[in-house]
């Protein structure tokens, strides 16, 4: 009886959680944005934290004097690395990739968005260059380990990448690369492991 009973909450638990949506994702931001909690995101609160994000004006699309979730998410997506010096425009994530995403921890996020971050910077002055796809990086950030033998791999084949494009490469994370294994890791060994040898 106990069991079923545990059942019956876990379930109800279970199908009571939100699906992912950027409204949802959002929210905890508008209501960070939102300093005097009267439930709109003003000119005043938003300037506040915008930093270099497009003025008030621009970012309140329909002219209502509030930001809402999907101006924010387009907020965001102009903010991206690949976007925001004018690079190649990107989509709106699915739900799925997104719910994915927002259900890693903080360790394996951290290196997602780090090895991204770096393959998008090749990807925007390289289109069809030859990099590791976001599922090979997904699936080597799930160590949570920089020394983790793939993501050391995806690191390294990124680092070949920006060589080639005289693109800088993060100075410590070169050196922790150099130092993995005791071993230095020459420039022509780095192209090699690029193209797969």
Known sequence: MRSTLLGVALA???????????????EPVRVHMDVD??????AVEYQAVSYRAPDFGTADSDGDGDLSHTEIWNIVLSQAPATFDGGMPMTEPSSMDMSAYFGTDYDERILID???FLREEV?????GADLPTR??????????RLDAPQVVDVLRQLRARHQELGLR????????????????IEGDE???????E
């Open 12 to 26: 109800l638990t279970l199908s009571c959680q939100p699906s992912w949506t950027y409204v949802t994702a959002l």
């Open 37 to 42: 909690q009267d439930g709109a995101v003003s």
């Open 114 to 116: 780090m090895m991204n």
């Open 123 to 127: 990807a925007v002055l390289e289109p």
């Open 135 to 144: 599922r090979q990086i997904a699936r080597a950030a799930r160590s949570k």
């Open 169 to 184: 490469f993060p100075k410590k994370l070169g050196e922790n690369l150099d130092a993995i294994g005791g071993e230095r």
């Open 190 to 196: 780095l192209e090699g492991q690029a193209d797969g």
